[in-house]
């Protein structure tokens, strides 16, 4: 009788999966969960679009792990800029991951000159290089002014993979932040999953606004509802295809 059971189960799960998949597929494209949250509103005043600053680790995280982010900031009229902290060069690729990186933002619409990559000698990819958290403001200030940046995208505490270099660039964001109070700055995170939410797919539609109704924060989630232009940025990253 237990496979019974197993059955019933998986049946449950696959038609969950496919209903899911269905009502994204069916909606407006991109779009945000819950329907009416307070994400990124217009501002008041003469300049109703937003100047948005992403701030990376490495090149690729802004395919990896931002694009639904992007596609949904684009849909709004706002303006992408990206701000990668170092070339990725642990393996000796970083000239090529620089250009690899100008080119998947060019499949994102976002024009090279909103692009800035640095290349700072104390800021070099590696799990075990640790970055200075106050020079990471500095830098990032650096091109909040050059760009009239008023909106912040990052990475949270977690840094969605655990990865060292995108922790130390959530801690430089609040150093900022705490540094710069009058400046104004909105700063949005991108939640860390534990593994089944991150790999639930569809399902995730259901589980974010549940979760955002029960928490003290506000917890929106980006449906990419166009993956493949979420594939054909991160094909551009062709020196990362690796196992």
């Not at 928490?215 to 979420?230: A, E, F, G, M, W």
Request: charged residues 20%.
């Amino acid at each position: 009788m237990a496979w019974i059971w197993v059955v019933a189960v998986a049946g449950a799960i696959l038609l969950l999966w496919a209903v899911s998949l269905g009502r994204i597929l069916s909606s407006p494209a991109p779009y945000c969960l819950p329907p009416s949250p307070r994400f990124l509103l217009p501002l008041h005043g003469d300049r109703r679009c937003r100047n948005v600053l992403l701030v990376l680790a490495h090149p690729d995280d802004e395919s990896m792990f931002f694009t639904p982010t992007i596609l949904f900031l684009e849909s709004k009229g706002h303006k992408v800029h990206v701000l990668c902290m170092s070339l990725g060069n642990a393996d000796g690729f970083g000239d090529t991951r620089k250009e690899e990186l100008y080119n998947a933002c060019a499949t994102l619409k976002i024009p090279a000159e909103q692009v800035a990559v640095l290349d700072h000698q104390q800021l070099q990819d590696g799990f075990h290089e640790e970055w200075d958290h106050g020079l990471l403001a500095e830098l990032t200030m650096e091109q909040i002014q050059l760009w009239d940046i008023d909106t912040i995208v990052t990475f949270d505490s977690y840094g969605v993979s655990g990865h060292p270099n995108h922790r130390d660039v959530h801690h430089g964001i609040c150093k900022l932040l705490h540094e710069n109070q009058q400046e104004n700055i909105e700063a949005w995170e991108l939640v860390s999953l534990n593994m089944f939410r991150k790999y639930s797919g569809a399902v995730e539609i259901w589980l974010s606004p549940l979760i955002s109704s029960s928490s003290k924060q506000l917890i929106c989630c980006l449906v990419n509802c166009n993956p493949s232009r979420t594939f054909k940025a991160m094909a551009a990253h062709r020196s990362q295809w690796v196992w």
